[in-house]
T-cell receptor, first 117, second 109 residues
Framework: NAGVTQTPKFQVLKTGQSMTLQCAQD?????MSWYRQDPGMGLRLIHY???????DQGEVPNGYNVSRSTTEDFPLRLLSAAPSQTSVYFCASSYRGPYDAYNSPLHFGNGTRLTVT | ELKVEQNPLFLSMQEGKNYTIYCNYS?????LYWYRQDPGKSLESLFV?????AVKQEGRLMASLDTKARLSTLHITAAVHDLSATYFC?????????FGTGTSLTVIP
C-alpha cells in the first residue's frame, strides 16, 4: 500500500519555465490537497479537491493550477515559475465520510523540493 | 479567516523534563490533529482529537482538546532526545485543514 506518492523529489527550474508536480494516492480518498512549506510559515494551502472534477482555491493559489480528472491523481501545475515559488511542496489526502466522525486526518506524500533560479 | 497559533515556536529542553505546547485556534471546530515532522521529512500523524475533552496518549506524549476554549495541548513527559522534531497542530473544518506554524523542539542530553 503506497499511500500518497509524489514525483519528482527534487526539481530545479529557471524563472519562466513551467512544470507539473505529480501526486497519486491509492487509498480511495475523495479529498486531496496541495501545500507549500516555507521556513517560519508552517504549511499553506494552495488548492484542494473534494472529489473528481471539483477543485477549489486555498490560501495561496496564485501561479498554480490544478485539475482532478480521477480520484487517484491530483497534479499541480506551475504556469511560469518564479523565485518566490521556491519551496517544499506536499500533497496530502484524507477520507471524508458522510459524517464528521468518519473523517480521517491528512496523509502526506514525501514532498517535492523545488528551487527556482 | 481562521487562525491557528502555536506557542512556543522554539523549545529547547533538557532530557527528563516536562513541557507543554499550546495550540489556539479562532473558529469552532471539534476536530484537531497533531503531526510530527523530522528535518527533511514528511509529516506524520500523531494524534486525532475528535471531541471536547478528548485526551490521547502515546508514550511520552499526551494531547488534549478543549473545544470551548479553542485550545489543544501537547504535553511532553520526561523528554528524550528522540522527541526532537517539529510539531504541528491542524484544525479540520470539514473542507480545509489549517495548520499552526509549528513548534521546533530540541531535547538536549
Amino acid at each position: 500500500n503506497a499511500g500518497v506518492t509524489q514525483t519528482p523529489k527534487f526539481q530545479v527550474l529557471k524563472t519562466g519555465q513551467s512544470m507539473t508536480l505529480q501526486c497519486a494516492q491509492d487509498m480511495n480518498h475523495e479529498y486531496m490537497s496541495w501545500y507549500r512549506q516555507d521556513p517560519g510559515m508552517g504549511l499553506r494551502l494552495i488548492h484542494y479537491s473534494v472529489g473528481a472534477g471539483i477543485t477549489d482555491q486555498g490560501e495561496v493559489p496564485n501561479g498554480y493550477n490544478v485539475s482532478r480528472s480521477t480520484t487517484e491523481d491530483f497534479p499541480l501545475r506551475l504556469l511560469s515559475a518564479a523565485p518566490s515559488q521556491t519551496s517544499v511542496y506536499f500533497c496530502a489526502s484524507s477520507y471524508r465520510g458522510p459524517y464528521d466522525a468518519y473523517n480521517s486526518p491528512l496523509h502526506f506524500g514525501n514532498g517535492t523540493r523545488l528551487t527556482v533560479t | 479567516e481562521l487562525k491557528v497559533e502555536q506557542n512556543p515556536l522554539f523549545l529547547s529542553m533538557q532530557e527528563g523534563k516536562n513541557y507543554t505546547i499550546y495550540c489556539n485556534y479562532s473558529t469552532t471546530s471539534d476536530r484537531l490533529y497533531w503531526y510530527r515532522q523530522d528535518p527533511g521529512k514528511s509529516l506524520e500523524s500523531l494524534f486525532v482529537l475528535l471531541s471536547n475533552g478528548a485526551v490521547k496518549q502515546e508514550g511520552r506524549l499526551m494531547a488534549s482538546l478543549d473545544t470551548k476554549a479553542r485550545l489543544s495541548t501537547l504535553h511532553i513527559t520526561a523528554a528524550v532526545h528522540d522527541l526532537s522534531a517539529t510539531y504541528f497542530c491542524a484544525v479540520d473544518t470539514g473542507n480545509q485543514f489549517y495548520f499552526g506554524t509549528g513548534t521546533s523542539l530540541t531535547v538536549i542530553p
